[in-house]
């Protein structure tokens, strides 16, 4: 992963990307704005901290640049989580394409297709640019670049071209949300013009699904014609569950009721998800002391340990808690530590059916070299034991390791563990919106909305049909 363009789609999305921007804050903390090297262009690459700078003094594989390209119908949206994070203080080059006012109103035709029909005033439509190079801040009135001529989706494909002619190797990581109708819809969109315009390259999407209650009476539709897409054009989704994230951050001792939603911060929630989310897909520095990006640094290494097959993308990760500064040091820690994220992962299925997994990746951070030569065999055994692999797939188990001793202060975020996996009851998300959406349809509950925004019938059977096949193909193994 020596080049990464994050596409941050919606206000999901743009929240995400911030949160995932501290994580990496984390790993590799920059030197002073004055000591900062820039690579020139508008793309900026993190610095590398020296002694007497501050940080972790963790240095980031060397030509490892980050960029983001946020898309959302809100400007506002946009600005208000741009402001809240600082992404050219880690010298990452961002883009901001946004509309002002509007919003997709939860609707999956809105997002895909566009306000074309509605005859949208395309002054009100304007991209932003933001350099590490530049401390500047693009907004209505300031130094953005505005633009009154094509799409929301013409203008963020034309975004990120401008970070793939100056980017090379590239990778794309697209983080959006299922249930609005900016992530699934405009999501969908640019991920397949995304594939048309960089076959080459590969795409991952972290996708956050909704809660099981509800959060939108379409919720079910926009998933499902979303699905299509991802699976059509990604090559790795790692999904999180908003039921599963907010069980997670609760306390163990914490006891459900009604406003148990209401006792987790969307704060803390994007927390979690992006932990787990820098940790499976970050590049580590080896025992060997490779700090070049030559080993698992690259995102098709990390997407072809967890998803040896088309017919089955969609990944899960998690990541072990905090350890004291003695934890760490105690014996056997790398083990057990390993063996307590593993068992967050569930043992059986909604149907009572024991899960199986297809391929994983786990990836070790912090831990002394000392410690990773004594306890590598029983890491590996102890992996093998939790999670219980397919029987036609011998290597499904991939373990990287970064041995920098990392974070600082009395708790530390390190020593960790991250666990990516590609398991049998990935689908079990699917088959229930699968469910959900053909009753709806059936009924004809709200698809007059849909057809009005350029919706056929045809693209929501099709839809119906992938995902069958996507719960087929799990439920094959």
């Not at 119908?73 to 989580?81: H, I, P, Q, W």
Request: hydrophobic share 40%; glycine share 10%; charged share 20%.
């Amino acid at each position: 992963m020596r080049d990464v363009c994050f596409v941050l789609v919606g206000q999901c999305g743009a929240q995400l990307g911030g949160a995932v921007f501290a994580r990496t804050a984390a790993l590799w903390t920059p030197p002073p704005q004055s000591s900062r090297r820039t690579s020139g262009g508008r793309g900026g690459s993190f610095g590398r901290p020296g002694r007497g700078q501050g940080g972790s003094g963790h240095e980031p594989p060397r030509g490892l640049k980050y960029h983001a390209v946020v898309v959302d119908t809100e400007l506002k949206a946009v600005r208000s989580v741009m402001d809240a994070t600082d992404p050219e203080a880690l010298g990452v080059s961002v883009a901001m394409v946004a509309r002002r006012g509007g919003g997709s109103g939860g609707n999956f035709a809105l997002g895909y297709h566009g306000r074309a029909s509605r005859r949208l005033d395309r002054s009100k439509q304007t991209t932003h640019w933001k350099s590490s190079a530049a401390t500047r801040h693009a907004g209505p009135g300031g130094s953005g670049q505005e633009s009154d001529e094509g799409s929301i989706h013409d203008r963020a494909l034309e975004a990120l071209r401008r970070v793939a002619e100056r980017c090379v190797p590239l990778s794309f990581v697209l983080i959006h949300a299922l249930a609005g109708g900016t992530g699934s819809g405009l999501g969908a969109r640019l991920l397949e013009r995304l594939r048309d315009e960089f076959p080459a390259h590969h795409m991952m999407t972290v996708t956050v699904a909704p809660f099981s209650d509800g959060e939108s009476p379409m919720q079910s539709y926009n998933s499902v014609l979303c699905h299509r897409a991802l699976q059509l054009h990604a090559d790795a989704v790692l999904m999180y569950s908003n039921d599963g994230v907010v069980a997670s951050a609760r306390p163990p001792n914490h006891r459900k009721s009604a406003d148990h939603y209401s006792r987790v911060s969307i704060e803390k929630c994007n927390e979690l998800i992006a932990i787990s989310t820098v940790g499976a897909i970050a590049p580590v520095v080896d025992v060997a002391g490779h700090n070049d990006g030559s080993r698992h640094a690259r995102l098709w290494e990390v997407i072809s340990a967890v998803a040896p097959s088309p017919s089955w993308k969609l990944l899960q990760a998690v990541s072990s808690e905090p350890l004291l500064a003695g934890e760490a040091a105690a014996a056997n820690a790398m083990v057990t530590t390993a063996t307590k994220t593993i068992a967050k992962l569930p043992v059986y299925d909604i149907s009572q059916n024991r899960v199986r997994t297809i391929g994983a990746q786990v990836t070790v951070r912090g831990f002394t070299e000392s410690a990773w030569y004594r306890d590598a065999p029983k890491l590996d055994r102890a992996v093998a034991k939790g999670i219980e692999a397919v029987d036609w797939n011998p290597f499904a188990v991939d373990t990287r390791w970064d041995t920098q001793q990392l974070g600082s202060g009395a708790v530390h975020t390190y020593p960790e563990v991250t666990v990516l996996v590609n398991r049998t009851d990935a689908a079990a998300s699917v088959r229930d919106v699968l469910t959900r959406a053909e009753q709806m349809f059936a009924a004809g509950a709200y698809w007059h909305w849909y057809k009005q925004c350029g919706c056929e019938e045809q693209d929501m059977l099709e839809a119906f049909e992938q995902a069958r096949c996507i719960v087929a193909n799990y439920d094959a193994t």
